[in-house]
Nanobody
Framework: QVQLVESGGGLVQAGESLRLSCAAS???????MAWFRQAPGKEREIVAG????????YYKDSVKGRFTISRDNAKNTVYLQMNSLKPEDTAVYYC?????????????????WGQGTPVTVSS
């Protein structure tokens, strides 16, 4: 069993940065992790993911070069550094964990979810 708690969301202006954190309890190190986001009226989508074994990563095209996902297994924490934020990045951001041996892109393949942290980017 894994419990995930996100923090770090807030209101920023376009071009600014935020760092989201996801603190995990339980056996964390063997799970592949991802950040998803859900904007009002839209489906939840993957933003970035990281593999536990080799820290390889995946990014949604629209955030490549701006967002960086990382993990600290010793602290049971996953981070999402978000730079050059845009109004279209506005959403609730969720941390998720999967027992899958690969890095899924879809919501249904993730086993544990945090409660979400809102990010609002004003223009």
């Amino acid at each position: 069993q894994v419990q995930l708690v996100e923090s770090g969301g807030g209101l920023v202006q376009a071009g600014e940065s935020l760092r989201l954190s996801c603190a995990a309890s339980g056996t964390f190190s063997s799970y592949n992790m991802a950040w998803f986001r859900q904007a009002p009226g839209k489906e939840r989508e993957i933003v970035a993911g990281i593999v536990w074994s080799d820290s390889s990563t995946y990014y949604k095209d629209s955030v490549k070069g701006r967002f960086t996902i990382s993990r600290d297994n010793a602290k049971n924490t996953v981070y999402l550094q978000m730079n050059s934020l845009k109004p279209e990045d506005t959403a609730v951001y969720y941390c998720a964990a999967t027992r899958s041996t690969w890095l899924p892109r879809t919501v249904r393949n993730y086993d544990y979810w945090g409660q979400g942290t809102p990010v609002t980017v004003s223009s």
